[in-house]
């Protein structure tokens, strides 16, 4: 239970943040989970609903809780780091983190290739190439959608996977395709009607898109992937030597 003063005009703002702040911390308040409403915690500490709207203000900034519409204040999850220094799949990074990864394949398509794919997958352009969509989880808490473009190579051996799997990485290399290396583009994006529906957020919410290609130590490509991530799951840290910026 938070602290009261004998004297409630005397709470400021910060106060109520940092106790807000050391429940979260103390796990009372945890990631995912929807915080009393502004009128319970005026009412529980003993202030105006304006002090509580200050405190959040607060605890938004430092990226602990997050206002949705029709949800009020929710816990938000911590940031969980990834570093581009060498190549782990999404699966391999959370179990080396100590985490659990999980995900669901929503939808598997054959359609004709566009300029792009047909010219890093080497096939002709409108060549049929296997694509899926799948949700991706960590520590149960949805933090991803992730779409995947699949060489021709590899399309029979990826379409028989079960839409739970875990790792596409290790179910490839369990049949000797063994992905070796990877590029990637971050770049801030709004969510699509159908990121929408699978994310659970309002259309053009805020998204981190991470486009991936993917390739065998021979230089072969495997995949094309695209990560569009929830605000506030997680964050990159690049070891860079000499990079290169594009302007968009």
Not at 29 to 54: I, N
Not at 59 to 69: G, I, T, Y
Not at 195 to 203: F, N, P, S
Request: proline share 3%; glycine share 8%.
């Amino acid at each position: 239970m938070p602290q009261q003063s004998e004297s409630p005009r005397t709470i400021a703002s910060q106060d109520i943040a940092a106790d807000l702040r050391r429940r979260i911390q103390s796990g009372e308040f945890v990631a995912g989970m929807r915080l009393p409403s502004e009128a319970s915690l005026a009412e529980e500490y003993r202030v105006t609903r304006s002090l509580v709207r200050g405190a959040m203000a607060k605890l938004a900034r430092q990226s602990l809780v997050l206002a949705r519409p029709r949800d009020g204040w929710m816990v938000q999850a911590r940031h969980h780091t990834q570093v581009f220094d060498r190549m782990l799949s999404f699966a391999q990074w959370a179990e080396a983190g100590g985490r659990v990864a999980g995900g669901l394949i929503s939808e598997r398509v054959r359609r004709g290739a566009d300029a792009r794919e047909a010219q890093q997958l080497g096939v002709r352009p409108g060549e049929r190439i296997l694509c899926f969509t799948r949700v991706r989880t960590l520590d149960g808490l949805v933090v991803m959608v992730e779409r995947s473009a699949w060489a021709p190579w590899v399309a029979d051996v990826v379409d028989a996977m079960p839409d739970d799997v875990a790792s596409t990485t290790a179910a490839l290399a369990l049949e000797g395709i063994r992905v070796t290396s990877g590029s990637h583009r971050i770049e801030a994006v709004a969510a699509s009607t159908q990121d929408a529906a699978l994310l659970r957020v309002r259309r053009s919410s805020p998204l981190l898109q991470v486009s991936r290609t993917t390739a065998t130590r021979d230089g072969r490509v495997v995949e094309l992937g695209v990560d569009r991530y929830l605000a506030g799951t997680i964050a990159f840290d690049v070891n860079a030597g000499e990079s290169t910026r594009a302007v968009v």
